[in-house]
C-alpha cells in the first residue's frame, strides 16, 4: 500500500488510485467536473488542479514546478498532493471564474439547483464576482435532446461526461461535441435522439443543470426531497439506488454507487418505473367479503389510553387467522401459500414460518417469475451488438423481479423443495390459499387462476385490484417496495437492505407489518432484529444475522446463485 | 560562412523547371540519399540523424534524433510515422513551399526516416487547404509507387513502406502532435494527455512518431553530406547551459507582414531580426520603421523594434520574452499600426481555433478576444489590461492548466504585446477612441 501525504496528513492509499481517490482517503475534496470513476479520464476541465511532489527517501519534499490535474496523476508511495496553497486556490477560483463567464446564473428556475456543482465550488473555491462585461454567449435550449432529457445548452460546463457516458458505458454514441472553442454544444444528430435504455444516467453524471429529467422537471426543489437508501426491484440486477420522496410521493429513483450491486447506473426501466406506486388503482384498505363496514369497525376496536379506535386492520387480521384455523379443520382441506419474488426475505420468512407452524403439511410454492426478453447487456456495439461477456459493464436483467433466489432459499429451508406455481397442476387444489402479490403490473393470469382454482378461502394480499382480489374472501392492502424494510437477494447473491422511503397509501401496509401482526409477534416490525434472527435460523442465509448489512450489501454462500428457473 | 555566401540547401532546386517531377529530382542528385540509409543499419541513421542536432522544425524544436530513440526497443507490431504538414501558425508557409516545389526532396526524407524508426506505414498529415500541395504530392508518389521508391522492397533493400496523403480537418490544433493523430484516426482533433507519449502509444494505439516536413526535408541533406556539414551552419550550444541543444543547419524564415519583399528565405540558424528584414526582405514598407515583430509565428508573442537584434535561433526569441523560435514566421508590424488591432487579431484567431476541451483556454481566449474587441469600440477601462494579463498567465501548459500548448501560444502574444507596449493600450482606451481598422485580415 503506498503511502501518500494529503497536506500534510499521511495516509494509505491504493495503487491505482489516482490523486483525488487518494485525497478523498485522507478526507480531502479535490474539487472536479469531468473526471468520473466510470468513465475514461480526459483532464479538460481542470478543476482538479493540484500541485504534486514526491517525498525522497531522505525525507525531502520536491514539489513539481506546475500544478498537474489530480484525475491524471497517478500516486505512488512518497507522493506528496498539495491542494491548499494558494497556487491551487488561485487556480481554482480562475477555472471557476472561466466556467461561469457565460454561464446564465438560471439557479432560481434550474432544477440543479441545490445539488449542483458550480454552485458548491463556486461557494467553496470561486470568486463572488464575474468581471465579464460583454454579453454572454446565449445558447438554444435543446428539448428534442431525447425522450427523457432535456438540455438547457447554456448552462453546460463542457465537462463531456455524457458523450464519454454513450460512448463508454451505453455504447450507443449518440451524444457529441459540436462546434469548437467557446461556442462549442452537446448535441445529437438529427432525428437521432439519445433514447437508449440508459439514457437517464447522463441527467445524474451531469454536474450542472445543463442536463435535466423531462420527467423531474419543474416538479420539486430538491432541497425539500428527502432520500432513502432501496433497492430497485425492477429486475435481478437489484440496482442500489435512492429513493427521493417528499410527503410521501416519490418523485425520483436514483442510482447509488455500489460496485457490489451495478456500479454507477441503473437503466430507464427501473429510473422512470416507479410510477405504479401512486396508481389509483392501489388497494387502500383491507376488506373481509361479505361484511359490512360497521360491523368490521365494531369487532376491530383497539383501546389506548381509555379512548377506543376502530382498528381496520386488527379486525382483518383476527379475522384472517380465525378463518383460516376454521378452514383447516374441516376434513380434506390443504393450505397453499403463494409467495411473490418480489417479498423481501423477512417477509417470506414470517409468512413461511407462521403457514408452517399453522399447518406442516402446508404446500410453500412461488408465484409467478415474470421474465422478459434476454439479458440486456451494454456497452452496444456499433451495429447494437451485445458486448463480450468480459466487456459487460452494465446488463439490464430479463428476470424482472429483486428477490426470486431470496424467497426460494426461505422455500427451500422450510419445504426442501422450490414449488412453482405453473407446475402444480398434477396436484390436488388446496381448499385454503393465501397469496401475496405485490407485482408492479397484471399478474394474475388466467394460468395463475387456473392453477389456484377456486379454494373455499382465498386470502389475497396485493397493492393492485386483480381478478384475483375480487374473488377473494379476504383482501390484504399491501405495501410497494417504496413502503417496505428488507432485504433482497439480486441474481449474484448479493443480499442488500431495502430501507422504507414513504408511508403506504391509505391503510395499506408493508407486507413486512401484515405478516408480522398476523402471525402474532410480540414487539414491532423490525427488519434488522428480523435478519439476526433469519440468519441464525437458515444457515443458507447465514450472512444475514450480521443485522446491517451496510451500504453494499453482503454476499451470501456461492451456492444459492441458481440459474433463471427453466419456463 | 557569411550570410550573402550562403547557398540555399533546401531551397537549392526551387524555381528550377519540372522541379516536382522524380526525375528531375534524381538528375539533381536525388534519392542517393536513401540508397545510402538502406545499406546501413538503421540505428546508424539515427545516430547520424542524432549527431547532426537537427532539431525539429515544427515549433518546439525538440531533437530529432532523440525523440526517434524514444520508441520503444523491441516492438511487436507496427510502428507509426506522421508527417505533420497541417501548417496553420499564421505566418507559416515553408512546408508548403518545399511540397509544391520539390516534393520529392520530403519524401525521400520520409521513406529515411521511415526506415530508421523501422516503420511501414507512415501517414502524410497535410493541410486541407493546401490543394495544390495535395495534387504535387499525389503525383510524386504515386511516380515513386512506380520507381520501387516506395512499396515492396525498395530499391532491392528488402524494406517496405506505404505512404498514406491523408488531408486534414481544417484546424489548427490539428497541427498539434497529438490532436493530429486523433484527427487521423477519424475524431475531433482534441489533443489527447499525456503521458502517454505518441513515441509509446500514438496513432491507433501503436508507437508514433510525428515529425514536420520540413524536418524531413533537412534529412537527406544529413545522409549525403554528414553531419558535420550540418553543424557548421547555425549557432553552437552554448556551453554554459547544459539543456540548450544548439541550432544548427538551414532554416526556412518565412516573412510577411508590413515589408517591402515578403517571402521565404533560407539562412543558417541565428541571424537577426533586423538583418532579416532589411536584408533579405528589402526592409519595413513605405520607408517606415518597424514596431513589432513576431519571431515565429503569431504564438510566440511579440519583440519590440529594440530587440529586433536578437538571434533567430531555437534560444534567441526565448532571451526576449517571446515563447520561442517556433516556426520561424517572421511578421513585421509597422509603427503606423496600433497594437489593440494587432493584439485583437491574434486573439481572435486563437479564440477561434481553441478546441474548447480545457476551461481555461476554451473560455480565456473567447474572454480576451471580447475585451478587446470592447476596448476596440472605445469602451475599454485601464483595468481591463490587468484583466488581459491575469487571463493570460492563467492559461497554458506553462502554468499547467491546459492540456497542450495552444493556450500557451494565445497567452504569450497577449503578454509580449501588453509588457512590451502598455503605454500604447493605456493611451488608447483613455483616448475611448474606435479602432479605426475594421476590416482586418487573417483569422476568419
Redesign the interface.
Known sequence: MPKVIVNDVEIEADSKDNCILAARKAGVEIPHYCWHEELSVVASCRMCLVEVGEKKPDGTIVMGPKLVPGCQTPIKDGTVIRTDSQKVKTSQGQTLEFLLLNHPLDCSICDQAGECYLQDYTYKYGKAKSRLDEPKIQREDKYHIGEQIALFTDRCVMCTRCVRFTREISGTAELQVVARGSHEEIDVFPDQPCNNKLAGNVVDLCPVGALCSKDFLYKKRVWWLKSADSVCTGCSTGCSIHVDQNEDKIYRLRPRANPEAQGHFMCDEGRFGFKYIHSENRILAPRIAGTSGASANAAGTVSLNDVSFADPWKMTLDATRKKIKDSLEASGSTFMVVFSPFMTVEEAYLLASYAKKVDTKVRLVLGPVPVAGEDDCYPKGPDGSAPEPSKVKFTIRAEKCPNRLGVEAVLRHFQGEVLHLDRIANLAKATVVYVVGGYPSEWATPGVLAAIGTPSLLIVQDIFESPLSQKANIVLAAGSFAERDGTYVNHAGLAQSTNAAIRSPGEARADGRILFDLAERKGLFNAMSLRKEIGAAIPALKVLAAGDLGEKGLRLNAQIKQPVAAR | MSNQEFKPVLLGRVGRPNSQSLESYQADGGYKALAKALSMANTDVIETVKASGLRGRGGAGFPTGLKWTFLPKDINGPVYLCINGDESEPGTFNNRVLIEEDPHQVLEGIVISSFATRTTTAYFYLRYEYGRCYRVLKKAIDEMYANNLLGKNILGSGYDLDIHLHRGAC?YICGEETGLIESLEGK?A?PR?KPPFPAIEGAFRRPTVVNNVETMACIPHILNNGPEWFMSMGIPKDPNNPRDAGSYGPKLYCISGHVNKPGLVELPMGITARDLIDKHAGGVWKGRKAKAVVPGGISMGFMSEAELDTPLDFAGPGRVGCLGLGTAAVIVVDDHTSMVDVLYNACRFF??????????C??????ST??L??IRQGHG?LSDID?LL?ISA?IG???????CGLADGAAWPIKTAINKFRPEFEEYIKSGRKSEARQLAGAH
Open positions: 484546424a475531433r482534441w494527455i479564440a477561434h481555433e481553441s478546441c474548447g476541451q480545457c476551461t481555461p476554451r473560455e480565456g481566449t473567447a474572454w471580447k475585451i474587441e470592447r477601462k484583466t491575469e492563467s501548459t506553462i502554468p499547467g492548466t491546459t492540456i
